[in-house]
C-alpha cells in the first residue's frame, strides 16, 4: 500500500521554509526521501531507519516517527535549486526489497 | 561514470506489439527494479531482482514480464502492451536493498504510448 504525501504541492518565497509529510497505515523498516526535476529521473537524498533519527542533506532534513509511522522532510532556507516533486519511498522490513512510493509533492520556489 | 541505462527513451507503439525495455547498469549492482510513474499516482513498482535469475512481482506486475540473466541487464517486456500501458517507465538499481544503506540509482527513464 502507498504511502500518503501532504500536501501536494508548495509554493515557496526564496527563503522560506516547508515541512512534507510522508505517512502508511502499516509499520515501517525505513523511509527515504527523493527528489525529481521536471523531465528528469529521481534523485536519492536520504533514508531514515525506524529509531526516530533525523538526517541532513545541506538544508534539506528529515525525521522519522516510527511510532506515528509518519516522516517528514524539511526544507529550510530554501533555494531555487530546491524546486521539483519530492517523494517518500518505505520498506515494511530490513531487505524488503519491495518499495512503496508516495505521489509525490511539487515544491515551487521562487525568486 | 555510475549509470542505469535505458533504452528507448521514447516509443510510439500500437495495441498488441510486442516490446522491450533494455535497462542496463555499470555498477555491478544486485538489485534492480522496474516502476511505472503516472500523474498523481507516484512511482509503482512492476517488477525487482535481487540477484541473477532471482525476481519478483512489485505492486503492478500485470501485463510485464522480465528476466535477469546476466547481472548488468533487465529487460522489461510488454508481450501484448494496451493502452493503459501508456506511462513513464522507470528502471532503477542499488548494490542491495535501500534499507540496508544502499543508495539506489534510476536511469533516465523510457516514455512509452501504446495506441
Known amino acids: 500500500q502507498q504511502p500518503v504525501q501532504s500536501p501536494q504541492a508548495v509554493i515557496l518565497r526564496e527563503g522560506e521554509d516547508a515541512v512534507i509529510n510522508c505517512s502508511s497505515s502499516?509499520?515501517?523498516?525505513?523511509v527515504h526521501w527523493y527528489r525529481q526535476k521536471h523531465g528528469e529521473a529521481p534523485v536519492f537524498l536520504m533514508i531514515l531507519l525506524k529509531g526516530g533519527e533525523q538526517k541532513g542533506h545541506e538544508k534539506i532534513s528529515a525525521s522519522f516517527n516510527e511510532k506515528k509511522q509518519q516522516s517528514s522532510l524539511y526544507l529550510t532556507a530554501s533555494q531555487l535549486s530546491y524546486s521539483g516533486t519530492y517523494f517518500c519511498?518505505?520498506?515494511?522490513?530490513?531487505?524488503?526489497?519491495?518499495?512503496?512510493f508516495g505521489a509525490g509533492t511539487t515544491v515551487t520556489v521562487r525568486a | 561514470e555510475a549509470q542505469v541505462t535505458q533504452n528507448p527513451r521514447y516509443l510510439i507503439t500500437v495495441t498488441g506489439k510486442k516490446l522491450t525495455v533494455t535497462c542496463s547498469q555499470n555498477m555491478n549492482h544486485e538489485y534492480m527494479s522496474w516502476y511505472r510513474q503516472d500523474p498523481g499516482l507516484g512511482l509503482r513498482q512492476i517488477y525487482y531482482?535481487?540477484?541473477?535469475?532471482?525476481?519478483d512481482k512489485g505492486d503492478v506486475p500485470e501485463g510485464y514480464k522480465v528476466s535477469r540473466k546476466e547481472k548488468r541487464n533487465f529487460p522489461l517486456i510488454l508481450e501484448s502492451p494496451s493502452p493503459n500501458q501508456t506511462s513513464l517507465y522507470f528502471c532503477?538499481?542499488?548494490?542491495?536493498?535501500?534499507?540496508?544503506?544502499?543508495?539506489?540509482?534510476f536511469g533516465e527513464g523510457s516514455w512509452l504510448t501504446v495506441v
Open positions: 531482482s535481487m540477484n541473477v535469475e532471482v525476481t
Open positions: 519511498g518505505t520498506e515494511r522490513f530490513l531487505n524488503d526489497y519491495k518499495l512503496s
Open positions: 502499516k509499520a515501517l523498516y525505513s
Open positions: 532503477a538499481s542499488s548494490r542491495d536493498s535501500v534499507s540496508s544503506g544502499n543508495t539506489i540509482y
